[in-house]
């Protein structure tokens, strides 16, 4: 197991320290901090897999899902002390799921996926800012929120039809569906780290 995976695999590990730490009272700092962690393990990771060409198909399905299952829990955390409202919380359950749900059909049916682009990686660091500034009990920290689930829907939409033009591009020209089993080390460009 490379570096990369050991990071994100670390952020698995991460997520029970989470919850112990924000279930022990009003600790937010502390569980913000495990966030953070969280987060700079999240960079880390990509970057050193890129850096030394370590991009594996392992660590592009294990990547995001630590994310999402990240974030899942500290938004549901937050939904459970009425940090913050339920109509957020599902809008931001049901677009990770179906980001999760699409890119494991395109996986599986052997068709090409794309690295994440900025606006994907960009929704990430608005959302850990939401999270900030819910924690630390910001009077705009509602707004803002929402105005990243609005951000988070529009990034996905694109994503989505970013994909969909390059396997109707690829099927136009001929080009036979790859076979997500043959090769066990996928290219750098190859990957879907993350969104």
């Known amino acids: 197991m490379n570096l990369p995976n050991m990071l994100t695999i670390l952020r698995f590990v991460l997520i029970p320290v989470y ?6 009272g009003e600790r937010m700092i502390p569980a913000f901090v495990v966030i953070v962690a969280a987060g700079v ?25 630590a994310d999402k299952l990240m974030l899942g829990t500290v938004i549901l955390s937050l ?12 809008l931001m359950f049901v ?21 994440a682009n900025w606006m994907g990686k960009l929704t990430t660091v608005l959302l850990y800012f939401a999270i900030l500034f ?8 509602r707004t803002y929120l929402w105005c990243v689930v609005v951000f988070s829907f529009v990034t996905s939409i694109m ?14 020209n001929g080009v036979v569906p790859f076979d997500s089993n043959q090769d066990k080390q996928a290219g750098p460009t190859g990957s879907t780290r993350e969104l």
Do not use: C, W
């Open 159 to 172: 994503y989505m039809i970013k994909i969909f033009a390059i396997n109707r591009d690829q099927e136009g």
């Open 19 to 24: 919850i112990v730490v924000f279930a022990g």
């Open 41 to 65: 393990t999240d960079v880390l990771d990509g970057y050193i897999a890129r850096k030394r060409g370590q991009i594996t198909t392992v660590g592009a399905m294990l990547d995001p899902l």
């Open 95 to 115: 677009r990770d799921l179906g980001m999760i749900a699409g890119s494991a059909v395109f996986h599986f049916s052997g068709r090409k996926t794309v690295p």
């Open 79 to 90: 939904l459970l002390t009425d940090h913050i409202p339920l109509a957020a919380a599902i």
């Open 134 to 141: 819910i924690f630390f009990e910001a009077s705009f920290a």
